[in-house]
T-cell receptor
Framework: DTAVSQTPKYLVTQMGNDKSIKCEQNLGHDTMYWYKQDSKKFLKIMFS???????INETVPNRFSPKSPDKAHLNLHINSLELGDSAVYFC???????????????FGEGSRLTVL | QQQVKQSPQSLIVQKGGISIINCAYE??????FPWYQQFPGKGPALLIA?????SEKKEGRFTISFNKSAKQFSLHIMDSQPGDSATYFC????????????FGTGTRLLVSP
């Protein structure tokens, strides 16, 4: 069974379009994340939700809107896509991870977005 | 101050050799330092991690060395194998609030047969 699954795996679209990526985890974790990996492989956190509540919101254009309908799902909607949005987007999950804890992120396989 | 600097960018090692990847940080509020391994087409996966109260942690062929005073830590892969060929990321988290990983820039390791 896939622990963290994302759909779609590949997404090719035109500039200006709106697209969504869906993520589901079956690990029973209460915290989910979106990370962006650019063409140079750099990984940067975008958002984190704990029990459907937004807890981390990095400096991300407001064209990106995460939504968590329940603690097992975290979707990412992107409006008015730009060339610079082309990247691999990774969903991840963990148990709530506070200062002093040791935690592990479980990543999905990524969704490669190409904006033409 | 929230950056983690990683080197080298790429590394080629012969089978059986030792692979060494280095990371450095500035923010002394970082208190947990994991390494993640990423194979092509896959997400990163936790490999090994250390807290700054110990100077070394070993798991099988993988060892983290940690130098708190120098604010540096490194991953050593002993007896490197072709199956170790992957991208390796060091990372760090802060000792306050909800945790988020700050990743290094990654090292692409190729172990030649």
């Amino acid at each position: 069974d896939t622990a963290v699954s994302q759909t779609p795996k590949y997404l090719v679209t035109q500039m200006g379009n709106d697209k969504s990526i869906k993520c589901e985890q079956n690990l029973g974790h209460d915290t989910m994340y979106w990370y962006k990996q650019d063409s140079k492989k750099f990984l940067k956190i975008m958002f984190s939700y704990n029990n459907k509540e937004l807890i981390i919101n990095e400096t991300v254009p407001n064209r990106f809107s995460p939504k968590s309908p329940d603690k097992a799902h975290l979707n990412l909607h992107i409006n008015s896509l730009e060339l610079g949005d082309s990247a691999v987007y990774f969903c991840a999950s963990s148990q709530i991870w506070l200062a002093g804890d040791t935690g592990e992120l479980f990543f999905g396989e990524g969704s490669r977005l190409t904006v033409l | 101050q929230q950056q983690v600097k990683q080197s080298p960018q790429s590394l080629i090692v012969q089978k059986g050799g030792i692979s060494i990847i280095n990371c450095a940080y500035e923010n002394t509020a970082f208190d947990y330092f994991p390494w993640y391994q990423q194979f092509p087409g896959k997400g990163p996966a936790l490999l090994i991690a250390i807290r700054p109260d110990v100077s070394e942690k070993k798991e099988g062929r993988f060892t983290i060395s940690f130098n708190k005073s120098a604010k540096q830590f490194s991953l050593h892969i002993m007896d490197s194998q072709p199956g170790d060929s992957a991208t390796y990321f060091c990372a760090a988290t802060l000792n306050t609030g909800f945790q988020k990983l700050v990743f290094g820039t990654g090292t692409r390791l190729l172990v030649s047969p």
